[in-house]
């Protein structure tokens, strides 16, 4: 009578490397849709413009605020 092997694989909760390569296409997608939505909603406020939109390469320029010289 043959004896059987438990073969674990690696997994992250039920998360296996498997259904990681399968879901994350969709998972980057959802997650570059809500970033944009937060960075377009949030636009407005002025620490953002400071700290985050001014600083993107090619676009900064769009959403830079003028320093106040007293």
Known sequence: MPIARIVSSPHFSFISPEKFVKVAPNLATWGFAAGSAVLLLGSDI?????????????????????????
């Open 46 to 70: 002025p620490l953002i413009k400071k700290d985050i939109l001014s600083k993107i390469p090619i676009a900064g320029s769009y959403w830079a605020i003028e320093e106040a010289s007293e």
